[in-house]
């Protein structure tokens, strides 16, 4: 055999073990992961983990967008985004609130905040309301912003799970099914239509479609919400022209290129030119007047421009990863009110990012709606965080990490949030039937049918008229005793 030969052999032989030790790293890989996972509190830590990436790349990208407006504007090179820090802080408020508040007391809460989210829906309708880009859908408080309609979406998701669930037994009937939740939600619509504000009518929509699919509406009743939807949206596209200009131009995007077609194919170049890295953070040239928005509605292209393909994936690994945890959390938990809520944000909050992201890259018409904890706005970013605390509150009051709460204590993490063990769940007690009462003894006692029979009256003897049992006694005692056909007494 020649050195030649044996090296040849010394490499097949190699090649083998070089597929296994990769085969036995993957495998080794599987099952930490699969043991992590198994975990009690692996839900709590991965919303965690989404939450905070999402809210620092959040704050990174509202620096670089708003860097341009924000000189422009000559109050300085930091304006927005030392405001939309100042909202992730009151928005860290409400998470922790969110997360430490047990989750009775915020069901118990829920039909108070759907009346008060309701009537400031009412209230921004009046002067009291702000005009801001067309739609009178704000209150104005000094350099600050309040939109109702995010409030009105979280209360009518916490609102209309408790309804649901209440009515559980009774919702293959379409008048449970429906009433309230629907009545309310259309009356809601109504309101934000007149505004109007076609991205919040849109996610107020999905909150509903989430509350009945979960609730195990029949498919048929989808494709009336379905129409239903259809229509409000196309009385809201052609109610204003701007609308209406954004709709033709997704229709015929070459027949106004410098018009209403502008914002979108500015974002595509934005996001081709950014190619696989990007140009750098900070280094975007969307942002210096080209891409108007870009901080707001339109922060994804900017992504693409200066983070690459590479981040564009990252955005949507984390709202993919945070579809999985919210429908693990759901799935996962055993009170149906927190297993209704879990699923109705997730689908929510994913929902809004995908109609978002749909825009940016052409797939839907320009609708104005923010990519959460990402696009710089004050009440989204807040109502947001809120949002995220209580799905990680459902993640921490699954049973297994209950177990785990109450045995090992509330963790360093929970010590530093002075966070207390949820209680276990206790399911509703059923009711039982009522004993039915004994009969006195020598009483016959009536045998229960399913549908009894009329009784029948006795036929009148003849001699005697109708009466009570007082004047028959009379008639007999007048007439004396009856006797047999043999002549003895009865």
């Known amino acids: 055999m020649t050195a030649h030969d044996t090296a040849g052999n010394v490499g097949t032989a190699a090649r083998p073990r070089r597929a296994a030790s990769t085969g036995g790293r993957f495998l080794a890989v599987r099952t930490a992961l699969t043991a992590w996972l198994g975990r009690p509190l692996a839900s709590f830590h991965l919303v965690l983990a989404v939450f905070a990436l999402l809210t620092a790349l959040g704050l990174?990208?509202?620096?670089?967008?708003?860097?341009?407006?924000?000189?422009?504007?000559?109050?300085?090179?930091?304006?927005?985004?030392?405001k939309q820090l100042l909202y992730v802080l009151i928005g860290a408020v409400l998470f922790w609130l969110g997360l430490r508040v047990p989750l009775e007391r915020i069901r118990a809460l829920s039909p108070a905040a759907l009346a008060i989210s309701v009537l400031l829906l009412m209230a921004v309708l009046t002067p009291l309301g702000t005009t801001l880009n067309g739609t009178q859908s704000w209150f104005r408080l000094g350099p600050f912003s309040f939109q109702p309609v995010e409030v009105c979406k979280l209360a009518l998701a916490l609102w209309g799970a408790h309804v649901l669930v209440l009515k559980r037994a009774v919702l293959h009937r379409y008048r449970h099914l429906l009433v309230p939740v629907v009545p309310m939600a259309l009356l809601m619509f109504a309101l934000v239509m007149l505004q109007p504000d076609l991205g919040g009518t849109i996610t107020l929509g999905v909150v509903l479609i989430a509350l009945l699919w979960f609730a195990g509406a029949p498919l048929r009743l989808f494709g009336a919400l379905a129409l239903g939807g259809l229509a409000g949206v196309a009385l809201l596209a052609v109610?204003?022209?701007?609308?209406?200009?954004?709709?033709?131009?997704?229709?015929?995007?070459?027949?106004?290129?410098?018009?209403?077609?502008?914002?979108?194919?500015?974002?595509?170049?934005?996001?081709a030119d950014g190619g696989l890295f990007g140009r750098g953070l900070g280094q975007g040239p969307s942002k210096s007047g080209y891409l108007p928005n870009v901080h707001n509605d339109f922060i994804f292209a900017l992504i693409g421009d200066e983070l690459g393909f590479l981040g564009c994936v990252l955005v949507l690994g984390l709202f993919a990863m945070l579809a999985v945890v919210g429908m693990r959390i759901a799935t996962r938990n055993i009170d149906p009110w927190i297993r209704m809520v879990a699923a109705t944000l997730t689908v929510w909050l994913v929902a809004q990012a995908a109609i978002n992201i749909g825009y940016v890259v052409g797939m839907l018409p320009v609708t104005g709606i923010t990519l959460p904890l990402i696009s710089s706005g004050g009440t989204s970013v807040v109502v947001t965080m809120l949002v995220f605390g209580i799905l990680a509150n459902c993640a921490r009051n699954e049973p297994e990490a209950?177990?785990?709460?109450?045995?090992?204590?509330?963790?360093?993490?929970?010590?530093?949030?002075?966070?207390?063990?949820?209680?276990?769940?206790?399911?509703?007690?059923k009711r039982k039937p009522a004993r039915p009462t004994t009969p006195p003894r020598g009483t016959a006692q009536r045998r229960s049918t399913p549908q009894a029979e009329p009784r029948k009256r006795a036929p009148e003897r003849q001699g005697y008229p109708r009466a009570g049992g007082a004047a028959l006694a009379r008639q007999k005692t007048s007439r004396g005793t009856p006797?047999?056909?043999?002549?003895?007494?009865?």
Do not use: C, H
């Not at 131009?249 to 500015?266: H, I, N, R, T, V």
């Not at 006797?483 to 009865?490: D, E, L, P, T």
């Open 483 to 490: 006797r047999n056909s043999k002549g003895g007494r009865r």
């Open 239 to 271: 109610g204003t022209d701007y609308r209406l200009a954004r709709v033709l131009s997704f229709l015929s995007p070459e027949e106004d290129l410098a018009g209403s077609s502008y914002q979108a194919l500015q974002a595509k170049l934005a996001l």
């Open 402 to 429: 209950v177990s785990a709460l109450r045995s090992q204590g509330p963790g360093r993490f929970g010590k530093i949030m002075k966070l207390t063990a949820p209680q276990p769940y206790k399911p509703p007690k």
């Open 60 to 82: 990174v990208m509202v620096l670089s967008a708003s860097s341009v407006a924000s000189l422009k504007t000559g109050a300085g090179l930091y304006t927005v985004f030392k």
